[in-house]
């Protein structure tokens, strides 16, 4: 398994602010991946974090909007920009470890965000 | 879109055994029967998963049917701590390379119940 902590636990932020949310793991870590819990909503990738170059997007989600940094094998970062009400939702990373066949994603606990 | 169909809800009475299904009767001969759970908004917890032959961990047992168009988990002991929505999720594994990401459907909210 893998142990995954990220910082804030939670905060409320003002309309049209950033806010940049950081998860470190226990151990190097080839994936990363960011998502979106919206309220009463399952999860959606946001991205896959990759190390060394840039962020792969999925459809609906812009670099712009969701940067993400890398810069080694246990961290990763993700800003939320010009935050408006509709970005108020849990925020979580996940890693796996690519060895093996059918690995597995672990997560982390979660940021949870309430724009105002 | 989710490649499962799982029931929206389900109880369960404490001590008795749960068991949640899914249905994926598009799944490939590639893909792996992952299957988590997430109690009230915490981050979601790995619990199990297998490609064709049934699995137990110290958690749960998972059992696949035969043609793998549906699979089953059983929780032997439910517990009031064991309530929380159960995702069954099927995705590709490669070795030694990234799985890909995980597509969550809507899940069954289990409730387990004194």
């Known amino acids: 398994s893998a142990v995954i902590s990220q910082k804030p636990s939670r905060d409320i932020c003002q309309r049209g602010t950033s806010l940049t949310i950081q998860c470190q793991v226990d151990s190097q870590v080839t994936m990363m991946f960011w998502y979106r819990q919206q309220p009463g909503q399952s999860l959606t990738l946001i991205a896959t974090?990759?190390?060394?170059?840039?962020?792969?997007?999925e459809s609906g989600f812009v670099i712009d909007k969701f940067p993400i940094s890398r810069p080694n094998l246990t961290f990763s970062t993700l800003t939320v920009s010009n935050m408006s009400p509709e970005d108020s939702s849990i925020y979580l990373c996940?890693?796996?470890?690519?060895?093996?066949?059918?690995?597995?994603?672990?997560f982390g606990p979660g940021t949870r965000l309430l724009v105002l | 879109d989710a490649k499962t169909t799982q029931p929206p809800s389900m109880d369960c009475a404490e001590g008795r055994a749960a068991n949640l299904p899914c249905n994926h009767s598009t799944i490939s001969g590639n893909e792996y029967v992952y299957w988590y759970r997430q109690i009230h908004s915490q981050g979601p917890q790995y619990i199990i998963h297998?490609?064709?032959n049934n699995e137990t961990n110290e958690m749960a047992s998972l059992i696949i049917t035969e043609d793998r168009k549906s699979s089953t988990l059983i929780l032997p002991h439910a517990t009031l701590r064991d309530t929380a929505v159960y995702y069954c999720i099927v995705r590709v594994g490669y070795y030694g390379g990234s799985q890909g990401n995980l597509i969550f459907g809507k899940g069954t909210k289990l409730s387990v119940k004194p």
């Open positions: 996940s890693v796996e470890r690519g060895v093996g066949y059918g690995e597995t994603q672990y």
């Open positions: 297998g490609l064709k």
């Open positions: 974090a990759n190390q060394g170059s840039e962020a792969t997007y």
